[in-house]
């Protein structure tokens, strides 16, 4: 089991940049492919980015590639979520997931696919 714990949220004018961190607790850190995802007001819960248990493949929802960047450092039992250019549009609450998957290292975009969930930490962007 893992305990998941974001920070890094907060108001950014659009065109800023935010750095988000997720923590994880356990020593079996390695073997979680990791993922951020993102609920707006009124909306589901959509996927933004996922990384890859140890080789760095990474994966993006389309609508922020070129801007965010997903990265993690097992050694540190955390996820980042670097966004820049932020837009209005990015404004949700964030949540960090992980997945238990020692038979799968790839990146994966499904919701279902994860067994454990941040709190969230809200971004918000202002036009």
């Known amino acids: 089991q893992v305990q998941l714990v974001e920070s890094g949220g907060g108001l950014v004018r659009a065109g800023g940049s935010l750095r988000l961190s997720c923590a994880a607790s356990?020593?079996?850190?390695?073997?979680?492919?990791m993922g951020w995802f993102r609920q707006a007001p009124g909306k589901e819960r959509e996927f933004v980015a996922a990384?890859?248990?140890?080789?760095?493949?990474?994966y993006y929802t389309d609508s922020v590639k070129g801007r965010f960047t997903i990265s993690r450092d097992n050694a540190k039992n955390s996820v980042y979520l670097q966004m820049n250019s932020l837009k209005p549009e990015d404004t949700a609450v964030y949540y960090c997931a992980a997945d238990w998957s020692p038979d799968s290292s790839r990146p994966t975009p499904i919701i279902g696919d994860y067994d454990y969930w941040g709190q969230g930490t809200q971004v918000t962007v202002s036009s």
């Open positions: 356990g020593r079996t850190f390695s073997w979680y492919r």
């Open positions: 990384i890859s248990r140890s080789d760095g493949i990474t």
